[in-house]
């Protein structure tokens, strides 16, 4: 398919506010039986009856948290769902709900807005949530977006981070490292294309890594799986800053010590060759990586029977008692005290 050079550029100007939103929102559809009203008034009305209601906000900052000269806008706007579904999911719940707001300068077109409200129309239709509200605004800093997700969980079956208790197992989802491993390809191959404009780069052998970055999946199906199994974890976290810094939030809410093993670390293979290219340990991006969203939890010992085996859930450690501390036990058996070293953004902008 060949690239049109010149595609059209609606100017926001031409929409105004309220067209724009009208514009923006008119394929979201409704599909949750707790979404009284939508979008279309002042406020969302919603009714949960007797469960418990979780919200969660994140915001993502051109410049801070993606780098437009390597993520589409479509990608940008289905992992801005996926984010905030992914703390929803962390504390045990279902995804209902979202609101969207977006702050854009005038150098983006109304083509591109279109493209980032397809990505999040892609997710909301993925992950079966309604998109209920929002607002747009201009920018004079490029572009940023805020969502709000909602979520409803049983009273008795919330998971706080709270709940860890000395003997449980330490579980993590899926595999860890991918995200920032594929994060430093696409940085690699931006310097590139710095050099040489006319170079395309070749990802397809880094192609598990980049869609890790680039669009990550929040994990619905562990909270479902969990549910099958008649698993409740005693805590829970998604591991969107590293797992050294999840893993502190944990011990320090539940007030326990760990012993996380180095060997039982999941990482895909992909991980660990582009590692080796990039002379970079393996287990330092597990722990100090980030934005995997993966779910990081803590079980009884008593479930570890109904979880065995299972490819989709790892035991990478167990909570001690606190003043034992928090460490990671090498593949020599050495113990280091586990720091946290993950990606702060306040520190660290991309």
């Excluded at 039986?33 to 009714?47: C, Y």
């Excluded at 572009?143 to 197992?169: C, F, H, M, W």
């Excluded at 490292?177 to 880094?206: H, I, T």
Aim: a negative charge; one cysteine or more; charged letters at 25%.
């Amino acid at each position: 398919m060949i690239e049109d050079k010149n595609p059209k550029r609606t100017p926001l100007s031409e929409l105004g506010e309220f067209k724009l939103i009208e514009h923006l929102t008119e394929h979201f559809e409704v599909t949750q039986k707790s979404t009284v009203k939508g979008i279309g008034d002042d406020a969302a009305v919603l009714n949960f009856k007797n469960k418990d209601i979780v919200v969660s906000t994140d915001l993502l900052v051109e410049g801070v948290h993606f780098d437009l000269s390597y993520v589409p806008l479509k990608h940008l706007g289905y992992k801005a769902i996926i984010v905030n579904l992914s703390d929803i999911y962390a504390m045990n719940a279902k995804a209902t709900q979202v609101t969207v707001s977006i702050a854009v300068s005038n150098r983006f077109p109304l083509e591109a807005l279109e493209e980032i409200y397809a990505g999040i129309t892609t997710a909301a239709k993925l992950y079966n949530i309604d998109v209920v509200g929002g607002d747009t605004t201009s920018s004079t800093s490029g572009l940023v977006i805020s969502v709000t997700a909602i979520g409803e969980v049983d009273k008795d079956n919330k998971v706080l981070r709270s709940g860890a208790k000395p003997n449980d197992l330490l579980v993590v989802s899926g595999d860890i490292g991918g995200a920032y491993m594929g994060l430093q390809v696409l940085e690699r191959e931006k310097e590139v294309f710095k050099v040489n404009p006319n170079n395309q780069p070749d990802l397809s052998m880094y192609s598990y890594i980049v869609e890790r970055q680039l669009k990550p999946e929040a994990r619905k199906d562990i909270v479902e799986l969990l549910h099958t199994l008649e698993v409740k974890p005693t805590s829970m976290i998604d591991i969107s800053d590293g797992l050294s810094s999840e893993v502190i939030h944990l011990c320090k809410q539940s007030k326990v010590g760990v012993d996380v093993y180095e060997n039982k670390i999941p990482l895909d293979p992909q991980v660990i060759s582009t590692c080796e290219e990039f002379n970079i340990d393996s287990t330092t991006i597990a722990l100090n990586g980030g934005e995997d969203y993966e779910l990081l939890m803590t079980i009884s010992q008593e479930d570890f029977p109904k979880i065995k085996g299972n490819p989709n859930l790892t035991v990478i450690g167990y909570m001690t008692e606190q003043d034992r501390g928090m460490h990671l036990v090498t593949r020599a058996e050495e113990k280091i005290p586990i720091i946290a070293k993950g990606w702060n953004a306040l520190k660290n902008p991309s």
